[in-house]
């Protein structure tokens, strides 16, 4: 079974150009997450989705942030424009199941953003 | 809202040698609670998880943890470490019910081990 694919892995850009991230779960999984990493930090979640409908962007920071779920299943994280303090792994995890807080998450290896 | 301290940041060990990676949580509400390990340049994945019953759990490569009630904590704990168990170590809790059943995670433990 092929695990969650995330794509770039890495990715540098320039401060106030737009980037975007992909993510394709593991099929059948309805719920996906994407989490934010600083170094040296546990992973923050941004935004969860119940197939395509997010149910939890409250720490989604919306004046550059914006993210899609199209269809329910691969999902694409943007931002646009971003910042020095943008630099960081995003990761994408989904899980299978209604009890949310007993699911299992399953992560991508993530994204790692740079921003000069 | 649930909130997880990871005591240790790095933790260096000898081959062999056992260990224990401490956490600690806090919640108002009755909470489920994990470890997931990350090797470098890979995703997290599961070691372990508490939802119910035994307070010892047994996970995959040898870690087992205990939790706590009355201490509020869900120490990672194994005999007798491998090189390879070199990796980042997160705690994690989400609560059982309520709306805010997301995954909260703690800022993570390094463990190294030394040959």
Known sequence: EAGVVQSPRYKIIEKKQPVAFWCNPISGHNTLYWYLQNLGQGPELLIRYENEEAVDDSQLPKDRFSAERLKGVDSTLKIQPAELGDSAVYLCASSFGQTAGANVLTFGAGSRLTVL | ?115
Do not use: M
């Open chain 2, 1 to 115: 809202a649930q909130s997880v301290t990871q005591l240790d940041s790095q933790v260096p060990v000898f081959e062999e040698a056992p260990v224990e990676l401490r956490c600690n949580y806090s919640s108002s509400v009755s909470v489920y609670l994990f470890w997931y390990v990350q090797y470098p340049n890979q995703g997290l994945q599961l070691l372990l998880k508490y939802l119910s019953g035994s307070t010892l759990v047994k996970g995959i490569n040898g870690f087992e943890a205990e939790f706590n009630k009355s201490q509020t904590s869900f120490h990672l704990r194994k005999p007798s470490v491998h090189i390879s168990d070199t990796a980042e170590y997160f705690c994690a809790v989400s609560a059982i019910s309520g709306s805010a059943r997301q995954l909260t995670f703690g800022s993570g433990t390094q463990l190294t081990v030394l040959p």
